[in-house]
């Protein structure tokens, strides 16, 4: 992880290949929002990837090789979605690739969400890879996107491209990919003055339901 600030907006960067997520990941993670959250002054935040991908999701490899506790490290996964979909602060995802799965999901927990147009898909194909969505998931993606595009996408795990998603709402813009930081950077910015109680409030009471979900979720595992 990298995190660098331009002005009012901190910038996020994964740069670990496909950023799947593992333990490593969720730690690095949870401590560059830690920083962000630690100012007291108003901000904003930008999460992005590096080349290809945005998030291509769990680590499978990693969770089946290390003996790892499944459902426990999802639901570890999940208490961080909730943190990203309450923060107190405007969020836009810079899904610059390849946006799959849990970084779906990821990208879905921010205000804001801009796309590369031309290469890359939004994928949940959890309905392929055998994994159900837990309550606190499908909480998230029903309220984040139209029941229909919903449908389409958790039904049957189709691959949407840039230009596909922006016309379903699953992202608001779809770019070319040298605008994709820029524009979710500016996005950022013209919200960072937010007074953080008030619009941490404002999403408390908005995604109620859905963070208490995400937060007491007893994770999931391929059926």
Known sequence: MKLHREGPVYVLTMDDGENRMNETWLDAMNSALDEVDAGADPVALVTTGDGKFYSNGLDLEWILGSGADMPKFVAGVERLFARVLAAPYVTAAACNGHTFAAGAMLALCHDFRVMRADRGFFCLPEVDIKIPFTDG????????????????????????????????????????EAEVLTTATTIAAQHAGKDRNTLGTIKERMYGETIRLLKNSPGTEPT
């Open 137 to 176: 998931m499908n909480s998230l993606i029903m309220s984040r996107m139209t029941i229909t595009a919903a449908h389409e996408v958790m039904v049957t795990g189709r691959r949407f491209g840039g230009e596909e998603a922006a016309a379903a709402h699953i992202v608001h813009h779809a770019v070319p």
